[in-house]
């Protein structure tokens, strides 16, 4: 488990093995820049209190065969995709005010609330 302890921001994050946790402290924020999260294999976490995006669409890459549980509050203006044939779990309500898509072949399961 990776956990960070105050806010961070980074370019992009890719998670790779399974059962791999991210995670932060009370009310801390992981910002990505690139807005780019890849699930390489297996089932994995981000459980991070707030993931933001700013003003770029978020891509979440889930390989085919893995999910990703994401348990943060998505934050960004310009929407995500979920693109890949994994599956993307949403356990966290979102402040984002883009539209959410999906490419083909993709999982989306969880609760999105705009």
């Not at 399974?18 to 807005?35: I, K, S």
Request: glycine share 12%.
């Amino acid at each position: 488990m990776v956990n960070i302890t105050a806010s961070k921001t980074i370019n992009a994050l890719k998670i790779t093995g399974t059962g791999q946790t991210v995670g932060g402290n009370a009310l801390t924020t992981l910002t990505l820049t690139a807005a780019g999260v890849a699930v390489t294999g297996g089932t994995d976490t981000i459980n991070v209190p707030i993931l933001a995006f700013a003003a770029n669409q978020a891509i979440f890459h889930v390989n085919s065969g893995s999910t990703l549980n994401l348990n943060s509050t998505l934050s960004g203006s310009a929407g995500f995709v979920k693109a890949d044939g994994g599956t993307l779990v949403l356990n966290a309500p979102a402040n984002d005010q883009g539209i959410a898509n999906t490419t083909a072949n993709t999982s989306l399961s969880g609760t999105y609330n705009l």
